[in-house]
C-alpha cells in the first residue's frame, strides 16, 4: 500500500531476497544522537544550515531503511527518513567498534543498573552521622530582600535562631520568582498557596520547638518532572503540558519532612533535553539579553532560579550533565550523587540506568545539607542503596587521595585555535584553571597529575538514547512527539525515531562492554579518592554517567566566548568515589573557601 504523503519516491513490496538482505541493514542501523556532541543532550543543539544538503549515501540506504520500518513497526514519513538516514549510518560505525571488544561471555549486561561491582566495600564508618555545618560568616542584612542570595548554612542559622521567618522568606523569594522569573523562563507553575501554607508550618513547629533541621522553612524549587499531588507536572513537554499527577514524588515528600518550602515547579527542557520548553529558552541571568545564550540543559530552571536569588536551592537531575551543565554555566554548585543514592520514584524516566537526582545550590555545604535530606532507600525505587553519607567539612585534606587531568586543563582535546580571537580565549582559559589549580594548592590539596582509562566511551553512549526512546515510545509511535519544540535533527522527535532501528543484541552488548568500563574505573579510583577536572567540558563526564560516579562542580571564574559579549561564569570539576560525596565535596568546599566566586551574583535588576 502507498505511504500517505509519500509522492518523491517509489518503495517495492518485500519479496524473500529482499528481506534477507534487508536483516543485516535492520541489525545494524542506529541513532543519530551517536554521531552528535555532548551539547546536544545537554545544551541547544547547534542549528542545522538551510538550506539542508540532500543526505550523504551511505552503506544503509534510503529504501532499506523503509523497508526496516515494516519489520520493527513504525511509519516515518519521507522528510523523517531523510533527516534520520545519517545517523543510522554514523551508529553503524559505533556498533562495529563494539562488535569488535572482547567482551568475556561471563560478563553480564548492566540492565537493572549497581554502580558498585561486586565485592564492592564502603570505606566510610556504617552510622549516619547528624549532619553539622562548617564555620560560615552570618549573612547581614537589613531587610529580607538582603537574603535573596545568602546560602543555606546562613538562611538556616537565621531561621533557627528566629531572627527570620520562615513566611517572610518565602514571600520574598515569590515575589523575586514574580518580578524576575517571566524575564528567565525559568518557571512553569507558581505553587504560591502551599509554598505559605509550608512556610506557616514550618514556623508553628519552630515555635512548638518541633526543628526538622538545616532545611527547615528554606524555600525551594523543583525541576518540573517531579510529580506533585495536584499541581501540574509538566515535563516542558506539550504533550504533558496539563498532566497533573496524584502523589509526590519521595523526593517531594522527604523535603517536606525535613520542613522545607516548594515555591516553584521550574523549567525543563523537553522531556529532559536543553534549556528550550513549551514555555520558550529559560535564559542564563548572566547574560538574560543574549538570544544564544541560554542557561544550558535539561535543569535549566533550576540552576537559572538559583543563581538569580529566586529560590534558597533546587532540585534537578542529570543524565548525561543535566547538572554539571547548566550550574557550571549559570556559576552555581551543583551535585550529582551517586547512582542510586536518591529514590526516583515520582521522577520522569528518561534512562532507567543512568538517570540521578541532585541538588543545585549557591554553596558546597548548601548541596551537602540537601543531599543528607533525600538520599537513601524508599522501598520504591530498587537501586537505591543503604550506604550511609558522613559528612564533615573537618576531615583534613592531607588524607585525601587528589589527581587532576593535567592535559584536559592544559586545553589538549580542544580544536587548535584559528585566529587570534580564540588564541586568547584559550589562553584566558588555561590562566584562569591554573589559578584554580594554585589555589587548590594553597588551600592544602596535594595533586598528582593523571590520566583516566582508555576506553571507546562514546560508541556505548547509545545506550541513553535507546532507552529514552523506549520511555517515550508511545509518543513517538503516535505522532504526539512532533509537538515538541524542537524538531531539528538532534532533538528528540528524531532521536527517538531513529532509535528505534537500534537492535536489542546491539544494546545489551553494549551495557555488557559498560560493564568493563566500570571495572575500568574501579582500577583508576581505587588509587584516588577525588580527581579534578574542568566543568563540563571533560571526557569524565560521560565517563562518570556511564559508571555512575558522584561529582560537584563549583565556579572558578569567567570568560568571555564570542559571539556572546558578557562574561559567563566557568567550573571547575571535582569526581569522587562510588558512595563517597563527602570527599569530593570536602575539596570542593576547601577550594570555594580560597577564592571569591561563589559569592558573586548575576546584576538581577531588569523586571
Not at 536483516?23 to 551539547?39: E, H, K, R, V
Not at 542570595?149 to 531572627?163: D, G, H, M, N, S
Not at 527570620?164 to 524576575?180: A, D, F, I, P
Request: net charge positive; aromatic share 8%; proline share 8%.
Amino acid at each position: 500500500m502507498k505511504k500517505p504523503g509519500r509522492k518523491t519516491q517509489k518503495h517495492s513490496g518485500i519479496d524473500r531476497r529482499a528481506f534477507v538482505k534487508l536483516l543485516p541493514a535492520a541489525g545494524a542501523a542506529g541513532l543519530a544522537i551517536s554521531g552528535l556532541p555532548l551539547q546536544a543532550l545537554a545544551q541547544t543543539p547547534t542549528p542545522t544550515p538551510s538550506p539542508r544538503p540532500s543526505p550523504t549515501p551511505g552503506r544503509i540506504t534510503k529504501d532499506m531503511m523503509h523497508n526496516a520500518e515494516k519489520v520493527i513497526g513504525i511509519e516515518l514519513t519521507d522528510k523523517q527518513e531523510d533527516m534520520a538516514l545519517p545517523g543510522v549510518n554514523r551508529s553503524l560505525d559505533s556498533y562495529e567498534v563494539v562488535r569488535k571488544m572482547d567482551v568475556p561471555l561471563d560478563t553480564e549486561p548492566a540492565i537493572v543498573f549497581h554502580p558498585a561491582l561486586p565485592g564492592f566495600h564502603i570505606k566510610r564508618a556504617g552510622a549516619k552521622t547528624k549532619f553539622k555545618f562548617g564555620k560560615h560568616e552570618p549573612a547581614q542584612f537589613k531587610s529580607v530582600d538582603d537574603l535573596a542570595f545568602a546560602t543555606v548554612p546562613q538562611l538556616a542559622e537565621l531561621i533557627r535562631t528566629r531572627k527570620v521567618s520562615s513566611v517572610e522568606l518565602t514571600k520574598m523569594y515569590l515575589g523575586r520568582l514574580k518580578r524576575y522569573g517571566p524575564k528567565l523562563l525559568c518557571i512553569v507553575t507558581l505553587t504560591e498557596e502551599l509554598a505559605m501554607k509550608q512556610a506557616q508550618d514550618a514556623d508553628s513547629d519552630l515555635k512548638g520547638g518541633r526543628y526538622h533541621g538545616p532545611l527547615h522553612g528554606i524555600p525551594w524549587g523543583a525541576k518540573d518532572l517531579f510529580a506533585t499531588k495536584g499541581i501540574k507536572t509538566t515535563w516542558g513537554a506539550e504533550p504533558y503540558r496539563d498532566q497533573v499527577i496524584d502523589y509526590d514524588a519521595t523526593v517531594v515528600q522527604r523535603l517536606r519532612a525535613a520542613g522545607a518550602v516548594l515555591v516553584a515547579k521550574l523549567s525543563m527542557g523537553a522531556l529532559a533535553q536543553g534549556p528550550k520548553w513549551f514555555g520558550g529558552v529559560t535564559r542564563n541571568p548572566w547574560a538574560p539579553d543574549e538570544d544564544r545564550q541560554g542557561s544550558s540543559g535539561s535543569s535549566a530552571g533550576p540552576a537559572s532560579a538559583t543563581s538569580a536569588g529566586l529560590v534558597g536551592f533546587a532540585i534537578g537531575t542529570e543524565t548525561l550533565g543535566s547538572i554539571m551543565s547548566p550550574s557550571s554555566t549559570c556559576g552555581v554548585t551543583g551535585l550529582r550523587p551517586t547512582y542510586g543514592r536518591v529514590s526516583r520514584y515520582g521522577a520522569m524516566g528518561l534512562s532507567w540506568t543512568m538517570d540521578k537526582i541532585g541538588p543545585i545550590g549557591r554553596g558546597v555545604e548548601d548541596c551537602a545539607a540537601v543531599l543528607d535530606a533525600i538520599y537513601g532507600p524508599d522501598d520504591r525505587d530498587i537501586t537505591v542503596g543503604t550506604a550511609p553519607f558522613n559528612w564533615s567539612s573537618e576531615v583534613p585534606l592531607s588524607s585525601l587521595r587528589v589527581g587532576y587531568l593535567k592535559t584536559e586543563f592544559d586545553g589538549a582535546g580542544f580544536q587548535p585555535p584559528q585566529n587570534d580571537q580564540q588564541r586568547q580565549l584559550m589562553e584566558q582559559r588555561r590562566t584562569m584553571y591554573q589559578e584554580a589549580l594554585t589555589a587548590l594548592e594553597k588551600a592544602g590539596v596535594k595533586m598528582t597529575p593523571v590520566e583516566l582509562p582508555k576506553f571507546p566511551t562514546q560508541n556505548i553512549r547509545y545506550i541513553l538514547t535507546a532507552e529514552a526512546a523506549t520511555a517515550f515510545d508511545d509518543i513517538t509511535r503516535d505522532g504526539r512527539v512532533n509537538q515538541l519544540s524542537g524538531q531539528d535533527p538532534g532533538d528528540w522527535p528524531n532521536t527517538f525515531r531513529t532509535s528505534r532501528f537500534i537492535p536489542a543484541v546491539e544494546y545489551l552488548r553494549a551495557q555488557r562492554a559498560r560493564v568493563l568500563l566500570m571495572r575500568e574505573m574501579d582500577k583508576f579510583m581505587s588509587q584516588w579518592d577525588v580527581f579534578v577536572s574542568p566543568a563540563p567540558n571533560s571526557a569524565s563526564l560521560t565517563i562518570t554517567n556511564l559508571t555512575g560516579h558522584p561529582a560537584v562542580c563549583v565556579p572558578c571564574g569567567f570568560l568571555n566566548s564570542p559571539p556572546q559579549t558578557n562574561m559567563l561564569p566557568r567550573a571547575i570539576m571535582f569526581t569522587g568515589g562510588l558512595y563517597d560525596e563527602a570527599s569530593p565535596l570536602r575539596v570542593a568546599l576547601a577550594f570555594e573557601q580560597a577564592t571569591k566566586w561563589h559569592t558573586m551574583h548575576p546584576r538581577v535588576d531588569w523586571a
